[in-house]
């Protein structure tokens, strides 16, 4: 893998200089949201992310889950691709108590209700809770199902979920790193509230043309601004880093 941009800081990149720029920062809570694309914009082959993902992404997307708090996923997302809680040996064990992190982080699912059922994996297949992030308009019966389940249900908005009452509610657990892992419409969500800081995105050197979706999607938004941090390449992929300004 090599570093292209900056320009100053072209050249071959090791295990630890890429651990360096997927890190967090220690002195803030930080967002961070994860996609890979084709390289004609699509999110999916075949409904899921699988048929995208490559070894260059393979190498730079664990290090965003293992040097996080926490990861943070949509409830459609949850359910389609079929997550479950961080098991022990999925995360490099020894980075983490590098970075003072827990052992294994939990997974935070956002839902206003309809998407998640309380028998999904993501609740019931966890070592650590899962906390679902829901609003007041989800059914009372639903909630109580979820923690029956074994999730940290938090209620954060009214009709909708709020994504800054859910991000004080996560910070008061001691969450402060997140990974976000989509979809596309938490993404936008997400953009749509001013929540995000910085964008991962491996380009994947594949056409795809179809139906497919973008990495965001949902009401419209003022073109958000973002500043290039950094660029890497292996095998005709292309891993950038932006930040939201």
Known sequence: MRRIWPEDAAGPVDGAALEELYAYPDDRPWLVVNFVCSADGAVEVGGTAA???????????????????????????????????????????????????????????VTSGRTLPPDAPVITDTVTPTVVLTCAAADPDLRRAWADAGADVVVAGDGSVDFAMARAALAD??????????????????????????????????????????????????????????VLTEDDSLLLRYLLT
């Open 51 to 109: 048929g995208l993902t490559n070894p260059a992404d393979r190498k730079v997307y664990p290090l965003s889950s293992e040097l996080a708090d926490v990861r943070l996923v949509g409830g459609r997302t949850a359910v389609v691709e079929g997550f479950r809680g961080v098991r022990p040996g999925d995360q490099d064990a020894d980075r983490r108590a590098r970075h003072g992190l827990a052992p294994i982080p939990p997974i935070a699912v």
């Open 173 to 230: 657990r001691g969450l402060r790193r997140v990974h976000c892992d989509g979809g596309p419409h938490l993404f936008g969500s997400l953009l749509d509230a001013g929540a995000v800081d910085e964008l991962r995105l491996t380009v994947a050197p594949l056409l795809v043309a179809g139906a497919a979706g973008r990495i965001a999607a949902g009401a419209d938004l003022d073109p958000a601004a973002l500043r290039l941090a950094s």
